[in-house]
């Protein structure tokens, strides 16, 4: 499910529009207005992220039994998916649904006057995107990072996967801060690509992990 939810992602990723520099807003806002499938495209999004979270709290209920420190890691991690996929849904309300709205009404402004104010609220609902989207990746590093800290100090998967899940989550973190700072810019792409690569490399090996356990039982 997780897995699925990674490629949906991608594919979803692959369909936004995405040809200029996502920190200049005046570009980003005229390639915004001519989508024809912006709706769908964010739908998509939540979708597979909300398919990720259930794969992530799935996995943070199985670990949540083990004794001891695994098991309270794995109680964080469970929490904190749940708010991943809270924030999440806020950032696609605001950026698939009134984050179009704004720019529509920008688009459509005849006045000088009307156009000025128009734009300042699409920045002000951009920048709000931004912030959302700034939090929700430290929150899923957080996220990502108790469960693979879980594993490790576990025997119920590899302790390499746990590795795995560790550096996706600094590096949704580190990705996360840099966003906060800086916007959609390169140097929080950086560590979300990779960091992106891990998430699905780790839902995938513990995906394996429990289809191998089960097929021996």
Do not use: C
Not at 54 to 71: D, E, F, H, I, T
Not at 190 to 195: I, K, N, Q, R, V
Not at 196 to 206: H, N, Q, S
């Amino acid at each position: 499910m997780g897995v699925v939810g990674v490629v949906l992602q991608v594919v979803m990723d692959r369909l936004h529009p995405h040809h200029v520099d996502p920190n200049q807003s005046a570009a980003v806002f005229r390639e915004y207005a001519h989508s024809e499938n912006w709706t769908a495209v964010h739908l998509g999004q939540f979708i597979g992220t909300l398919l990720i979270v259930v794969a992530l709290v799935a996995l943070a209920r199985a670990l949540s039994r083990q004794p001891g420190v695994a098991g309270a890691l794995a109680v964080v991690g469970g929490v904190t998916a749940v708010i991943v996929g809270a924030v999440f849904a806020v950032q696609m309300a605001v950026d698939g649904v009134a984050l179009k709205a704004a720019i529509d009404s920008w688009m459509g402004a005849v006045s000088p006057g009307d156009r000025s104010s128009s734009f300042h609220v699409a920045e002000s609902v951009r920048w709000t995107e931004k912030g959302l989207s700034g939090f929700f990746q430290i929150v899923n590093g957080v996220t990502l990072f108790s469960l693979g800290l879980s594993i490790a100090v576990s025997r119920s998967f590899p302790k390499w996967l746990g590795g795995v899940g560790i550096a996706a989550g600094v590096g949704f973190v580190a990705g996360g801060v840099s966003t906060a700072h800086t916007g959609f810019s390169a140097a929080a792409g950086t560590f979300l690509m990779p960091a992106t690569l891990l998430l699905a490399f780790f839902l995938l090996g513990v995906f394996t992990s429990m289809w191998r356990r089960a097929s021996t039982r």
